[in-house]
């Protein structure tokens, strides 16, 4: 594996390549949802670093550059949002409201459940503020004293759930409207709801996209002032 780093990048790419086409020809919203890309390609690399022994911490290495461009890549986010800038704006308060209340409710109710399961402290502080990017999960996990690699962990599955069964979901409840399931695809599953969002339908991304913005934000502002209140009362 040491002498094949540059297989990395462009065996996820090309895969990645490949399984997206397979998505985009099945027709079946359960099969679609399944063979979601993005969690395909997780599955089939962790199969194989788990089947050949391969250390993950090397692949990850001979892989970064792919992390590195993730940053930049959110940058690409900015185009729908210019082109459903009339509609955002005129909504701006309510997917704001939509947003902290979202935040609020998730960190509610992660601490409740970790009240009912009499979970330790640090795991409890690890599902405090997954409303939010893995950076900024890890940032603030850290500040209350959580594990942060576990919390990073609850963040890409929570994400992938969205991404696999949200808009199953949606048409289950009878939810078509593409702005409340925009924000709610956002502010639950960030980036990789986001990404799912924007495959399914510009203006879904576009309103997906602001609230994993403004999600990001209010968690960064309420999580650490409301999670020790929390935890004292429950915990």
Not at 9 to 20: E, G, N, S, V
Request: charge should be positive.
């Amino acid at each position: 594996m040491s002498n094949m780093w540059w297989l990395s990048i462009p065996i996820i790419i090309t895969l990645f390549i490949l399984l997206r086409k397979l998505n985009s020809r099945i027709q079946s919203p359960l099969l679609k949802a399944i063979s979601n890309p993005v969690f395909l390609a997780i599955t089939i690399f962790a199969v194989i670093l788990v089947a050949a022994d391969l250390s993950y911490t090397r692949f990850y290495q001979h892989s970064q550059l792919l992390s590195w461009l993730l940053e930049p890549a959110i940058v690409a986010l900015a185009l729908p949002l210019y082109q459903q800038f009339i509609h955002i704006r005129k909504n701006a308060l309510l997917i704001l409201l939509s947003c902290t209340f979202g935040v609020i409710n998730a960190t509610v109710v992660a601490t409740l459940l970790s009240a009912l399961f009499d979970v330790p402290v640090h795991l409890a502080a690890s599902v405090a503020a997954l409303s939010v990017t893995t950076p900024i999960t890890l940032l603030i996990t850290d500040s209350l004293g959580g594990i942060a690699s576990l919390a990073a962990a609850m963040v890409i599955f929570i994400g992938l759930l969205g991404a696999l069964f949200g808009f199953m979901l949606f048409r289950i409840l009878g939810i078509y409207n593409h702005q409340a399931q925009g924000v709610a695809i956002g502010t639950a599953c960030h980036a990789i709801g986001t990404a799912a969002a924007l495959n399914e339908n510009t203006s879904i991304g576009a309103f997906a996209s602001v609230a994993m913005a403004l999600s990001a934000l209010v968690t960064a502002l309420i999580v650490p002032l409301l999670y020790p209140f929390l935890s004292q009362a429950l915990l």
